[in-house]
């Protein structure tokens, strides 16, 4: 329990001052759960999963998001934020996703059309 408060004090500080939270409320929501701390019901594993996914889109697009918020004069928190979270949500159902779907598929057509090397033909290097 000591170590939510040690990460999550500082993230509700930085909340009340109007500050955007960023990375500190991602690791109390997303890691302390697997620290031991915590029992985590399998219906809420979902919903980390998707946090765990949503985490590099997020960090991909959320500097260029609040960028270009900034220039339109937005200055408010909530907006950034919502804004950042629609655009990471948009790049991972419309890259990511389909990136993972077409590179699955062409990993089991490789092994049906016998392209992968198995272990006796492939080469390894000895240093």
């Not at 991909?60 to 949500?89: E, K, N, Y």
């Given at each position: 329990?000591?170590?939510?408060?040690?990460?999550?004090?500082?993230?509700?500080?930085?909340?009340?001052?109007?500050?955007?939270?960023g990375?500190?409320?991602?690791?109390?929501?997303?890691?302390?759960?697997?620290?031991?701390?915590?029992?985590?019901?399998?219906?809420?594993?979902?919903?980390?999963?998707?946090?765990?996914?949503?985490?590099?889109?997020?960090?991909?697009?959320?500097?260029?998001v609040?960028?270009?918020?900034?220039?339109?004069?937005?200055r408010?928190?909530?907006?950034?934020?919502?804004?950042?979270?629609?655009?990471?949500?948009?790049?991972?159902?419309?890259?990511?996703?389909?990136?993972?779907?077409?590179?699955?598929?062409?990993?089991?057509?490789?092994?049906?059309?016998?392209?992968?090397?198995?272990?006796e033909?492939?080469?390894?290097?000895?240093?």
């Amino acid at each position: 329990m000591v170590g939510i408060a040690i990460l999550a004090v500082p993230s509700l500080l930085a909340l009340c001052m109007g500050h955007f939270i960023g990375a500190s409320i991602f690791i109390v929501i997303g890691i302390m759960p697997f620290c031991g701390e915590i029992r985590i019901a399998q219906k809420y594993q979902r919903i980390l999963n998707l946090l765990g996914d949503i985490s590099f889109p997020l960090y991909l697009f959320h500097i260029p998001v609040m960028a270009l918020l900034m220039i339109l004069g937005v200055r408010a928190t909530a907006p950034m934020a919502a804004a950042s979270f629609l655009v990471a949500t948009a790049a991972l159902y419309g890259i990511d996703y389909p990136a993972r779907a077409l590179f699955s598929r062409l990993i089991r057509f490789s092994a049906i059309a016998g392209m992968r090397p198995d272990a006796e033909t492939e080469r390894t290097i000895v240093l």
